[in-house]
């Protein structure tokens, strides 16, 4: 009688830890080479919902020697249970234990999930440290967007994959079979797999601090071992492996429908913003390349909404003509269109107005900040007429709700920008009511978030508001927003406070992350499972200062603990960036063909491709 | 519009699908199959999917119903043909049926339903020793339970008068007991709760926990085949 038919049906949402869903991949263990670990350190639905699992599941399941199974970050019942029964980590498809694969592949989207990666190390019996890791563990790699400062978790990964993971994940995987065949000392395999190109082994380098506690050098210590790491990215967008007969989980996910990118990266250029500097440069599919696709995933999955994903699907040059033959193909079996993200522009209405069939959501809009000085600081093209004419649009069509998206801390910022966006709130809710929207329904919500300084930005040298400076704002916009049909929605600012932390890291973090798992930090991003106090007594442990990493301005001379990532946007750029952000001067988009030289093309021999037509 | 109805089993990974959740599992197979569901009008229509009684979540089913209303006729055959190749792992369809035009709503056909839990035993038990806890248990004139209302307050419940039938056998080292309860919106006997009082009082040395199955439901017409069709 299996163990974990007991204990399931006394946990939260058992369906998380059962597997069996549609598409489902179950390959013979004995029949390939190397099993691979796909591990997200968050809950089932959140890993479900990334479509990067979906990609390598499909990439690694296709080969003939190798197999991927997956595995999620188990609920706090669920490791409770665990830990009483002496069970450990197991994978969704076959039930094996975690520690039997031949890699675990994580992939780290947040800072804040770093001790989840560490407890599912410890779920799984591996020790948590690179180096105290014997022939006999798995090898343990992680990529995604905080891959790009990996300093705070180099004790704990052994490869780190720099960019997108496509055609560096099969080149790994090639590695690894030949490093096992050959039965390479796990050494000796890192310094191999160090030579491939976007692959970063941090073992094999060593970190230099000036007496200030700041990083002064991170360097090889070995022959043969790059200096710089530089991210990969897929040329060939269009034709990249994509996964046709996805995972379609029998139980809710947060992102619950086809997850269809039609395009990648985003050259907006605001400057606060990661994903847009590290998905450069923009490339997007062509829309019989997505039509053929959507046919595709109607048939394999059985959803009835396809969602057009990308960091802003607006900005997808044939956007209108794809959304009209998408529903020209698939409405009338009753699958509909969604889009995650809009700009703030009338277009991005009339395009909201085509795919919602019944206008009760929200609509989403992010101005990001209240005043044009400061939007113009952060590059975030939007001016208060289009908001007002998009939003009042958005009325006349019958919208009653309405999402505005703001950033409180940014560079520069007094509270005539905090003043900046309790008029533009009330003006958008005054639009509402001219509009003849009915009292009791129109909305207005204000979220609010706390700028996080983060690596390859221009905005990476500026420290972060103290804690105590980002409460006084939050209470400041709270007393002024108070006014029917306003709802004030803000993000803990100790969550963006540690988040700071992490995002600028060095290699010292180490201990504070361990001394955060013992005093039971987890699910951080779960503001029922945050908590500062623990995490400030884990700094206390480590004798180190938070505030020292979020509050540091840095100088464009001195060294940063990232230095030796390269996201192919050179640090002449964001530093030429940020003297213009503090300036107020714009820099244009450069997928309208003028390229304010970012330096990535020339540097990683790219070009930005676009689909054409519209 | 025609409805079919269909039996069919919810075990391995697809016991732990939630009741709402298996609307949706049902929806997609369906639309993977290429069947033309219907819908409910509306604001927000959903599939038009009715199920015979909720199970608990973790607990198989061996012969569950469901009616599924489409928008036209397809032959029994190939529904049966194409939606057994799209369900996930632990569906499996047992049987399709075209339903009559007056055919009652399942939800409220039914009215009993019969359960089988299977547990580890620490040490052997004599089949002597287990009917006579069986009858013992039976034999208690209430037997109490706790219960949420709809308020979330605690309340004392009788379940004894939903216990129809209990039997027990043993098979090597596993315990195996049989039941038949009310089930059905009215006076739901919950397979759990039984298994959970006769654990308590009958002290049998059990490993873990039982694991439980929903091996039929059945109407009052039909008491002797134990179907809903
Ligand atoms: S180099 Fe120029 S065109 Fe290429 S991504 Fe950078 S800004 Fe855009």
Known sequence: ??????????VKKPARYAGGEWNAVH???SDVDLRVAFAFPDVYEVGMSYLGLQIFYEIVNRRVDTLMERVFAPWPDMEEKMREYNLPLFSLESRRPVGDFDVVAFTLQYEMSFTNVLNMLDLSGIPLKSTERDEKCPLVIAGGPCAFNPEPMAAFIDLFAIGEGEELISELLDSVRKGKQRALPRRDFLLEASRLPGVYAPGLYRVEYRTD??????????????????????RDFDQAPFPRRPLVPSTEVVHDRIMLEVLRGCTRGCRFCQAGMLNRPVREKKPSTVLEQAAALVESTGYDEISLTSLSTSDYTPVSKVIKSLLDQHAQRGVGVSLPSLRVDNFSVELAKEVQRVRRSSLTFAPEAGTQRLRDVINKGVTEE???????AAFREGWRAIKLYFMIGLPTETDE?????????KEVLDLGRKARVPRNKLRVTVSVSSFVPKAHTPFQWEPQDTLAELKRKQDYLAVRLKERGLVFNYHDAGLSFMEAVFARGDRRLETVLIHALELGCKFDGWSEYFNLERWLEAFRLSGLEPAWYAGRRYDYEGPLPWDHINSGVSRRYLAEEHRRALSGVT????????????????????????AGGV | MPVYRMMYAKEGPARYISHLDLLRTFERAARRAGLPIAFTSGFNPHPKIAFAAPLAVGTAGEAEYADLELVREVPVSSIQRDLSGTLPEGLRLVEVRRLGERAPALMSMVERATYRGEARLKSAVSQGALDRAIEAFLGRSEILVQRKNKAGENRVYDI???IFAMSGRLDNDIIIIETELKTGSRDNIRFEEVVEAFSTSSELPIEGKY????TCLFSAVDKDNKTLW
């Open chain 1, 1 to 10: 009688m299996d163990v974990l038919d007991q204990i399931l049906p006394l």
């Open chain 2, 211 to 214: 694991v439980l199955y929903r």
């Open chain 1, 587 to 610: 820099t244009v988009d450069c997928r309208t063909g003028d390229c304010p030289g970012c330096g990535l093309c020339p540097d990683l021999e790219a070009k930005p491709s676009l």
């Open chain 1, 386 to 392: 289009d908001l007002l004419e998009t939003t009042a």
């Open chain 2, 160 to 162: 004894r008068p939903g």
């Open chain 1, 213 to 234: 506690g700041a990083v002064s050098k991170v360097k090889p210590v070995q022959e043969g071992v790059p200096a710089r790491v530089t991210k990969r990215i897929v």
């Open chain 1, 417 to 425: 920008d905090l003043d900046g966006i309790v008029r533009l709130a």
């Open chain 1, 27 to 29: 390959k013979e263990w």
